[in-house]
């Protein structure tokens, strides 16, 4: 499935925030014996048949203002919820039971539904009750005693019964652990299921096969202490995340990390929203690990390695913008970033940087390579090449660098234990990196490989509310031997 990025239908599944208003779509790619001449297109109903009624286009209305009864939260105070800031610090707080949010949308509208995004979703179930009024007088029901999923981090939808409303009035009924009513955000609909006609069209030219994925997100829905995986079949299906993961409005995909959450496991140190190759492409009969068809492995192993594995050697080619990175933390840690990667069993043969500092308006490009081999102190070897600008924490500003939502490319390859890194931007010269790796022990009979894309938040340190975000608009992985790439 490739995905196709629609900007005409937003808030289709009540998941994007206002400011990325476009939805994934999905278009096949072949079966049923048609090309891409014969995709969907609109066929005209016959001359005496009544066309089927339109579906409501969906609307997100302004809100004006919003307020309560005065005793919020001093930290926490109404407007929190409309000012479009997605984070937990930005949040309307109230404690009791019938403490209601009022919102102001400026004139009647049709209401049919909301979008919430609720304090700690993820961990409580909030219990609440929606009313409607034209005059702030008399108050109509629309929803009673309704409850959220207490499983979702990001926006979830309410089905309202559908009103003429100037003001709708969110009443708190508590949450399942304690009498707080929290509400990060929130968005007001013209239409039930806050959604317009979804039209599926033709795939992205550029094109991101997501059934060649899986992602993880740094919420924990599941319960098990540990970031989310979206299966490949989930992603490639149209799942979305409107805090981590979501359609821009310039037909990319954003991945967005804060510098806290959950994490992989108890092993790494850092925060992460990032694609992990699947050459299983959904068929979870093959294991994820080991040197199987799910990875691969370098043309440098062994013949009958190489027969197990579902490809050899890689390349990856991606197109990015990289939107935010950290100011503050650490010396070491501000600024940077990892958007591409290679990894190994335990080790990585390759980790791709991008980094600016906070003085600097151009951001570096640099790439490690992490050997197998071990120095004196039993630590694995490391080398560091710098491609565009300087990786150290005081560099100037890069004088050839990548400014903050400057698109560029890179290209990975790997062809037997050649390493070959290349930064690609328009009317520039390309800039190319080589690095041997037949010294790093990865093409031995137990090493296998996979790709990795997307924000790897590397500082630990900075203030809470930083994060870092960049915005992708292909990824192409290909290996010699797998069926899906030739």
């Not at 809100?63 to 930005?90: E, H, K, M, R, W």
């Amino acid at each position: 499935m490739l995905v196709k990025l629609d900007h005409r239908n937003c808030h289709k599944w009540g998941v994007l925030p206002i400011t990325s208003c476009v939805i994934l779509g999905l278009a096949s790619c072949g079966g049923g014996g048609g090309g891409a001449g014969d995709a969907l297109r609109f066929v005209p109903p016959p001359e005496n048949e009544t066309p089927a009624p339109t579906t409501c286009v969906n609307q997100v209305h302004s809100i004006v203002s919003a307020s309560d009864d005065g005793s919020f939260n001093l930290n926490y105070p109404p407007n929190n919820a409309v000012d479009q800031n997605t984070a937990s610090v930005s949040r309307w707080s109230n404690d009791g039971i019938n403490k209601a949010l009022t919102l102001d949308l400026g004139s009647a509208k049709t209401l049919a539904a909301l979008t919430v995004k609720w304090f700690k979703g993820e961990q409580r179930t909030a219990n609440f009750s929606v009313e409607t009024s034209l005059d702030m007088v008399n108050w109509r029901i629309v929803l009673l005693k309704g409850e959220s999923s207490g499983r979702h981090s990001g926006y979830e939808l309410v089905n309202l019964e559908e009103s003429q409303a100037r003001y709708v009035k969110v009443i708190g009924l508590g949450n399942s652990d304690t009498t707080n009513n929290g509400i990060v955000e929130i968005q007001a609909h013209s239409c039930e299921n806050a959604s317009g006609e979804f039209v599926q069209t033709y795939p992205n030219e550029l094109g991101i096969e997501l059934i060649d994925w899986y992602l993880s997100v740094p919420s924990d829905e599941d319960g098990n202490g540990r970031s989310d995986s979206i299966s490949e079949t989930k992603l490639a299906n149209g799942y979305t995340n409107s805090e981590y993961f979501y359609a821009s409005a310039d037909n990319g995909i954003v991945m967005r990390s804060p510098s806290y959450g959950f994490k992989t496991s108890t092993n790494t140190n850092y925060v992460r929203v990032e694609l992990r190759e699947m050459l299983r492409r959904g068929n979870t009969d093959i294991k994820t690990q080991g040197v199987n068809k799910n990875n691969w492995v370098f043309g440098s192993a062994a013949s009958q390695v190489q027969d197990k594995a579902g490809g050899v050697d890689g390349d990856l080619r991606v197109t990015l913008a990289v939107n935010q990175v950290t100011t503050t933390g650490e010396n070491y840690q501000i600024g940077r970033v990892v958007i591409g990667q290679i990894h190994a069993n335990d080790d990585e043969p390759v980790r791709l940087y991008y980094r600016k500092l906070p003085g600097n308006s151009r951001g570096s490009i640099y790439f490690a390579h992490e050997s197998r081999v071990e120095d004196s102190s039993g630590d694995n070897l490391e080398t560091y090449v710098e491609l565009i600008g300087s990786r150290s924490n005081s560099a100037g500003n890069p004088e050839d660098g990548i400014a903050l939502n400057e698109r560029f490319s890179y290209h990975i390859s790997v062809n037997m234990n050649l390493l070959t890194v290349t930064i690609a931007r328009e009317g520039k010269t390309d800039v190319t990196a080589n690095y041997d790796m037949s010294d790093s022990l990865f093409d031995l009979d137990d090493q296998y490989h996979y790709f990795k894309v997307g924000v790897y938040h590397l500082n630990n340190s900075s203030d809470p509310d930083e994060f870092a975000q960049a915005t992708f608009y292909e990824i192409k992985n290909s290996h010699s031997g797998y069926a899906a790439s030739e």
